[in-house]
């Protein structure tokens, strides 16, 4: 059982869509965590919140757009994406320090 | 700086064997340095942690992993190989001091087959 949930778990989205990605963290951390996971490549980081600021984004494209409304909860706004988007999206919660406590993840498959 | 290196991208073991999963870092400052496992259609899951307290640190579901200074390389075993272990595993650094979250390097990933 996971203290960080994700939602959806599975999303199909055409080019021309906006839709968002969910997470909630149970934990009582007070930082959480964007990563993007494709096949054959390493994690990576795309946005980190702390304390519901956001301290880092990794040059991350503006079809993509972080939210931090408070510290249980982040979401990841989605439009005009690509297919090279399709991806493992990973949400993860921490204290100051790591180590990270990850989600289930959701699949993304863009047409 | 910091970089892991992970030396297999696939390791296969029979069942009941010992497993070997293999990690090497490079870091400018002491590291934090973490194992975790994804089982398919998953999320990471936190197997171990190492920040400087006992070189040999003990694990969920009986992986243990050694950190080595001399040779830096921060390995992962276990005993014996059971077919849940099927599953990728990443290696992770961090500064020890300094690291915050945003500061983690993965590996890219070893996937293990366990084979009956």
């Known amino acids: 059982e996971t203290g960080v949930t994700q939602t959806p778990r599975h999303l199909v989205m055409g080019m021309t869509n906006k839709k968002s990605l969910k997470c909630e963290q149970h934990?009582?951390?007070?930082?959480m965590y964007w990563y993007k996971q494709s096949a054959k490549k390493p994690l990576e980081l795309m946005f980190v919140?702390?304390?519901?600021?956001?301290?880092e984004n990794n040059s991350v494209p503006s079809r993509f757009s972080p939210e931090c409304p408070n510290s249980s909860h982040l979401f990841l706004h989605l439009h005009t994406l690509q297919p090279e988007d399709s991806a493992l999206y990973l949400c993860?919660?921490?204290?100051?320090?790591?180590?990270?406590?990850f989600g289930n993840g959701t699949r993304l498959t863009v047409t | 700086a910091q970089s892991v290196t992970q030396l297999d991208s696939h390791v296969s073991v029979s069942e009941g064997t010992p497993v070997l999963l293999r990690c090497n870092y490079s870091?400018?400052?002491?590291?934090?340095l973490f194992w975790y496992v994804q089982h398919p259609n998953k999320g990471l899951q936190l197997l171990l942690k190492?920040?400087?307290?006992?070189?040999l640190v003990k694990g969920i579901n009986g992986f243990e992993a050694e950190f080595k200074k001399s040779e830096t390389s921060f390995h992962l075993t276990k005993p014996s190989a059971h077919m849940s272990d099927a599953a990728e595993y990443f290696c992770?650094?961090?500064?020890?001091?300094?690291?915050?979250?945003?500061?983690?390097?993965f590996g890219t990933g070893t996937q293990l087959k366990v084979e009956l």
């Open positions: 993860a919660s921490s204290q100051a320090a790591p180590p990270l406590h």
């Open positions: 934990l009582g951390h007070n930082a």
């Open positions: 919140y702390s304390l519901e600021e956001r301290v």
């Open positions: 870091s400018s400052y002491s590291p934090s």
């Open positions: 190492y920040t400087s307290a006992a070189t």
């Open positions: 992770v650094v961090s500064p020890l001091l300094t690291g915050g979250g945003n500061k983690l390097t």
